[in-house]
């Protein structure tokens, strides 16, 4: 089958526009993988590779890569140092508790943004974290908090994993920050971080709370949803934790 009376097969043609659509999101290493999972999905189902010898196809990938080129703001990581100082700017009167809370949640957890948060206003029980997948050793000065991670990029079948976060004693604990938020949160179900009006903490919200309070603390530079997890790694590095354990606190699969 062709295209407009064109040689071009209806297949590329198909693949060229997905491909298209998806620079506008994500960057061509990405776009690749999502090509790899179209190829995979053919040849289960007794289906001919749909890559095989698109060059027009290669030749959009070229093109998106060298438009897109390499991003130079790099994401800087969120430290301990980092969290001190956002700390002492915030007001723990209003929703701060709720990004607070979440900061260390996401710090102390070595968790991607997307673990904790919503990519949109609409919360999904079997994906996202709830209320419920929250536990505690004992409702008197616990010690840890076991979180049931549903969905992750690294959990393709979505078996599932518990990250235990630990009472540290001081000032800057998840534990800490996340009885005080439950306690104003309450106990209805739904989506673990939420605001007053019910509606899920999204990713966007995150990071954009996070850039204000970095900017109210004086601090300069790129940061994002992921800069808690590089900061855990980072903060677990200078603390002298061997590169294995980070790598399985962090749930790496290479040593990237």
């Known amino acids: 089958m062709n295209v407009n009376g064109s040689s071009l097969p209806a297949s590329e043609w198909?693949?060229?526009?997905?491909?298209t659509h998806l620079s506008?999101?994500?960057?061509?290493?990405?776009?690749?993988?999502?090509?790899a999972g179209v190829r995979s999905l053919h040849i289960e189902n007794g289906f001919?590779?749909?890559?095989?010898?698109?060059?027009?196809?290669?030749?959009?990938?070229?093109?998106?890569?060298?438009?897109?080129?390499i991003s130079t703001r790099e994401r800087l990581p969120v430290t301990l140092t980092v969290l001190s100082r956002i700390r002492a700017v915030l007001n723990f009167e209003c929703y701060d508790v709720l990004f607070w809370a979440a900061c260390c949640t996401g710090f102390f957890g070595f968790l991607r943004s997307g673990e904790f948060?919503?990519?949109?206003?609409k919360f999904d029980s079997r994906i996202h974290l709830a209320l419920s997948d929250v536990r505690i050793d004992k409702h008197t000065n616990p010690k840890v908090m076991f979180l049931q991670i549903k969905c992750s990029k690294t959990d393709p079948f979505r078996q599932g994993y518990i990250i235990r976060l630990w009472t540290t004693g001081k000032e800057i604990c998840a534990i800490r920050a996340l009885v005080h938020y439950l306690h104003l949160?309450?106990?209805?179900?739904?989506?673990?971080?939420?605001?007053?009006?019910?509606?899920?903490?999204?990713?966007a919200t995150l990071t954009a709370w996070l850039r204000n309070a970095v900017a109210r603390a004086g601090i300069r530079g790129n940061f994002s949803g992921h800069s808690f997890r590089i900061g855990a790694a980072t903060s677990a590095a200078a603390a002298g934790i061997p590169d294995h354990l980070i790598k399985t606190l962090g749930r790496w699969l290479s040593n990237a």
Do not use: W
Request: glycine share 10%.
């Open 185 to 203: 949160r309450g106990g209805d179900a739904g989506p673990l971080f939420r605001h007053s009006a019910g509606s899920p903490l999204t990713r």
């Open 24 to 35: 506008q999101t994500i960057k061509a290493s990405s776009i690749k993988v999502y090509l």
């Open 48 to 69: 001919a590779n749909p890559l095989s010898n698109c060059l027009r196809l290669e030749r959009v990938l070229r093109g998106i890569k060298r438009s897109q080129g």
């Open 117 to 121: 948060t919503t990519s949109s206003g």
């Open 14 to 19: 198909t693949l060229m526009l997905f491909t």
